[in-house]
T-cell receptor, first 111, second 116 residues
Framework: AQSVTQLDSHVSVSEGTPVLLRCNYS??????LFWYVQHPNKGLQLLLK??????LVKGINGFEAEFKKSETSFHLTKPSAHMSDAAEYFC?????????FGKGTHLIIQP | DAGVTQSPTHLIKTRGQHVTLRCSPI?????VSWYQQVLGQGPQFIFQ???????GRGNFPDRFSARQFPNYSSELNVNALLLGDSALYLC???????????????FGPGTRLTVL
């Protein structure tokens, strides 16, 4: 069985400050991990994916995530938030049970 | 290139009715998956189809069924609709049949189903 826990339902940051969205996972196998973003009334867009080639994964729009096996974590970061980053973010683990999504973190950007 | 397309975009039904949702994958993608996203929650996996065969099923009742056609498009059917079936139904396509380390799924915009 696989599961994902997103530790914060809402995160609020000021524009230009760093973003940290936290995610812990559980998987019986070596996991496939993803972060997706969902803007209002838009479809889900893949931000980045963990492919085991490197523990630090770079994605689109300046986002990064670090895979830490010892902590079973896959936190999403961005050095400087932009107003357009305001959206819902989902941490996802892939496996035999399909893609399992976390409950999401709502990112709010304060001007 | 066209992305994943879904129809209709919105749908209103009453309890007890049935509904059919449609999905066309990205050209060349042979795997289609369906997800239900209830308001305020993350998407939940319903089905995966590959080469017209069911390859995975989530924890949903038998009222939910799906099929995949020779052109790899797919339909999701829900019978005896309940109020709790109101949700955004997402379709995703991918190149491969299993969820491996390098797979990614491309999502359509979804169909918003409201059950009254």
């Amino acid at each position: 069985a696989q599961s994902v826990t997103q530790l914060d339902s809402h995160v609020s940051v000021s524009e230009g400050t760093p973003v940290l969205l936290r995610c812990n996972y559980s998987s019986s196998y070596s996991p496939s991990l993803f972060w997706y973003v969902q803007h209002p009334n838009k479809g889900l867009q893949l931000l980045l994916k963990y492919t085991s080639a490197a523990t630090l994964v770079k994605g689109i729009n300046g986002f990064e995530a670090e895979f830490k096996k010892s902590e079973t974590s896959f936190h999403l970061t961005k050095p400087s938030a932009h107003m357009s980053d305001a959206a819902e973010y989902f941490c996802v683990v892939g496996g035999a049970d399909g893609l399992t999504f976390g409950k999401g973190t709502h990112l709010i950007i304060q001007p | 290139d066209a992305g994943v397309t879904q129809s209709p975009t919105h749908l209103i039904k009453t309890r007890g009715q049935h509904v059919t949702l449609r999905c066309s994958p990205i050209s060349g993608h042979k795997s289609v998956s369906w997800y239900q996203q209830v308001l305020g929650q993350g998407p939940q996996f319903i089905f995966q189809y590959y080469e017209k065969e069911e390859r995975g099923r989530g924890n949903f009742p038998d009222r939910f069924s799906a099929r995949q056609f020779p052109n790899y498009s797919s339909e999701l059917n829900v019978n005896a609709l309940l109020l709790g079936d109101s949700a955004l139904y997402l379709c995703a396509s991918s190149l491969v049949k299993v969820f491996g380390r390098y797979n990614e799924q491309f999502f359509g915009p979804g169909t918003r189903l409201t059950v009254l």
